[in-house]
C-alpha cells in the first residue's frame, strides 16, 4: 500500500529554519506531481509549494515565495520543503500530497485533486 510519511517538524524560533521530508513506500515519485499543503488550527487546508511530474515546474503561494524551496530525490522516494525565515503565521501541520494527473497554475493547489496524503508534521513558530 501507498504511504508517506512527513518528518523534521518541531518548535523554532522567527527566523529560524527547518527543511521538512516525505519519504514515499509503495510507489515511485518520478511519476507524481507532488505539493506540500498546511492546515492552521481553524483555517483551511493550503497549497503552498508543488513540483511538476512532467517538467519539473514549480508553483509557490505567494505567502511562503522566496522563503520556502520545494525538491524532490527522486533516487530516496522523498520530496523535501526547505523553510527559511519562518514566522509565526507558518505555525501548522504539513502535508506532503502526490497526484499523477497534470499540474496548472489554476489546479495544483486545489485538495480534491489529490489521491495520495500523509498524516503531516507540526511545525510550530514562536518565541
Known amino acids: 500500500q501507498v504511504q508517506l510519511v512527513e518528518s523534521g517538524g518541531e518548535l523554532v524560533q522567527p527566523g529560524g529554519s527547518l527543511r521538512l521530508s516525505c519519504v514515499a513506500s509503495?510507489?515511485?515519485?518520478?511519476?507524481?506531481?507532488l505539493t506540500w499543503f498546511r492546515q492552521a488550527p481553524g483555517k483551511e487546508r493550503e497549497g503552498i509549494a508543488c513540483?511538476?511530474?512532467?517538467?519539473?515546474?514549480?508553483y509557490y503561494a505567494d505567502s511562503v515565495k522566496g522563503r520556502f524551496t520545494i525538491s524532490r530525490d527522486n533516487a530516496k522516494n522523498t520530496v523535501y520543503l526547505q523553510m527559511n525565515s519562518l514566522e509565526p503565521e507558518d505555525t501548522a501541520v504539513y502535508y506532503c500530497?502526490?497526484?499523477?494527473?497534470?499540474?496548472?497554475?489554476?489546479?495544483?493547489?486545489?485538495?480534491?485533486?489529490?489521491?495520495?496524503w500523509g498524516q503531516g508534521t507540526q511545525v510550530s513558530v514562536s518565541s
Open positions: 509503495g510507489i515511485t515519485l518520478d511519476s507524481y506531481a
Open positions: 513540483t511538476r511530474n512532467s517538467d519539473g515546474v514549480q
Open positions: 500530497a502526490l497526484d499523477r494527473r497534470p499540474k496548472y497554475a489554476s489546479t495544483w493547489s486545489l485538495l480534491e485533486y489529490y489521491e495520495h
